[in-house]
């Protein structure tokens, strides 16, 4: 292993073999009639010879499909799973937010859980005293805190997993997509505490498929497939490559019905655009209306075109386009000027997200379409084919 002491974590040839039966009693038989001597198994590598390194203060995130490896690899180095074959090295104190509830005795209170949390991670009971209101005040479970924790809902058992997580000040914070669980205000709440984690020279490793998250929130991405290091680099650049390998294998989507959810902070009431249909060259007028429970300030508006298949043709946000808004905004209207799109079927997907582009306070897929008809010159031919007509000039 390296002696290097600006690491925080170190991965070296990282294996986790596990032996796959297509019947539940070939695994007695294998043992007791065969000696082992006969396999009546199929060994499969959830790790497949793992290695990195990621610097103290540098954010990671990890992403793959279901089933690529990323949570067996967060347990590893996490040192809730031991590895087949290969070496972890973390420095410094680590917490780790993985399974809910991993680590609570479901028959004490969130409290004592509290405590009993902190000793896993080696803490004392007198360091968790000094941080025991600042625990119980960010899970803002109310009562619940001085009742068992089997009564818990999954969205109480994420508010005080993250609780006690976040706010033991570790020096590598590891977390899962544990955050999915809980709802829109502790989501905002959560990536609030992380940002300023990070602006406080921690180290994170972050597991999530929420590529923007990823992308905005992480100094780099690591991309496992098949138990493998598919791609490791800048964040942009790896989730740009992940998000093309996603979209080819995407199959056709089909179009939702629009559900107004009331109960988030800022929700999306209504879209409409100006036509159903248009030809190449005309003008794209997509108008979005938007309801708040709250005063919230710092948002963004996105819009997605993707095309049949998925895949994601363009894009826009008024965070990208440097647009931040100082009051509550209720409509909005974005202008496509002289569309470039050919022929086709297009759907929209709209979300309503944070400064960052990290999370979203209101997201809705799909929820309307249009199609693009050829402009086609004098002579009867389209005026462009393939994917997009470019914007240019003749000169002679």
């Known amino acids: 292993m390296s002696t290097d002491n600006n690491l925080a974590i170190e991965v070296r040839h990282l294996f986790k073999k596990y032996k796959l039966y297509n019947r539940s009693t070939d695994r007695l038989k294998e043992a007791l009639f065969f000696g082992g001597k006969k396999k009546l198994h199929i060994d499969f590598y959830a790790l497949d010879d793992v290695s990195f390194t990621v610097k103290k203060g540098e954010t990671v995130g990890i992403i793959g499909t279901n089933g690529s490896g990323k949570s067996t690899l967060l347990k590893i180095i996490a040192g809730v799973l031991q590895p087949t074959s290969g070496t972890v090295k973390v420095s410094g104190k680590v917490a780790a937010l993985l399974e809910l509830g991993a680590g609570f005795n479901p028959e004490y209170t969130g409290l004592e859980n509290i405590y009993l949390s902190g000793a896993i991670m080696g803490y004392t009971k007198e360091q968790i005293e000094k941080k025991i209101d600042e625990i119980v005040q960010f899970a803002d479970i109310g009562i619940h805190i001085n009742q068992p924790v089997k009564t818990y809902s999954s969205g109480m058992f994420?508010?005080?997993?993250?609780?006690?997580?976040?706010?033991?000040?570790?020096?590598?914070?590891i977390i899962d997509e544990a955050l999915s669980v809980g709802d829109m205000f502790f989501q905002e709440k959560s990536f609030t505490r992380m940002k300023k984690f990070r602006q406080e020279g921690k180290t994170i490793l972050f597991v999530s498929h929420s590529l923007p998250s990823v992308r905005n929130f992480c100094d780099r991405a690591i991309w496992i497939e098949k138990g493998k290091i598919k791609m490791d680099?800048?964040?942009?650049?790896v989730c740009s490559e992940y998000q093309d390998y996603l979209?080819?294998?995407?199959?056709?989507?089909?179009?939702?019905?629009?559900?107004?959810?009331?109960?988030?902070?800022i929700y999306i009431r209504k879209i409409a655009l100006n036509k159903d249909k248009y030809q190449t060259?005309?003008?794209?007028?997509?108008?979005?209306?938007?309801?708040?429970?709250?005063?919230?300030?710092?948002?963004?508006?996105?819009?997605?075109?993707?095309?049949?298949?998925?895949?994601?043709?363009?894009?826009?946000?008024?965070?990208r386009d440097d647009i931040f808004f100082h009051a509550p905004i209720e409509r909005i209207e974005l202008v496509i000027p002289n569309n470039d799109f050919l022929k086709g079927k297009y759907y929209v997907s709209v979300?309503?997200?944070?400064?960052?582009?990290?999370?979203?306070?209101?997201?809705?897929?799909?929820?309307?379409?249009?199609?693009i008809e050829d402009k086609l010159n004098r002579n009867g031919v389209p005026v462009a084919e393939g994917m997009f007509r470019c914007k240019h000039e003749w000169h002679y």
């Open 247 to 265: 979209n080819a294998n995407i199959e056709e989507v089909r179009q939702r019905e629009f559900e107004v959810n009331q109960t988030n902070k």
């Open 281 to 319: 060259d005309e003008d794209i007028r997509i108008q979005i209306e938007l309801g708040f429970n709250e005063n919230i300030e710092k948002f963004g508006v996105g819009v997605i075109i993707s095309d049949i298949r998925g895949k994601i043709v363009t894009l826009f946000n008024t965070v």
């Open 233 to 237: 680099g800048d964040a942009t650049v």
């Open 351 to 371: 979300n309503i997200c944070d400064d960052l582009i990290m999370f979203p306070y209101d997201r809705q897929d799909y929820i309307a379409s249009f199609e």
């Open 158 to 173: 994420a508010r005080l997993a993250f609780a006690v997580a976040i706010n033991v000040e570790p020096d590598v914070f």
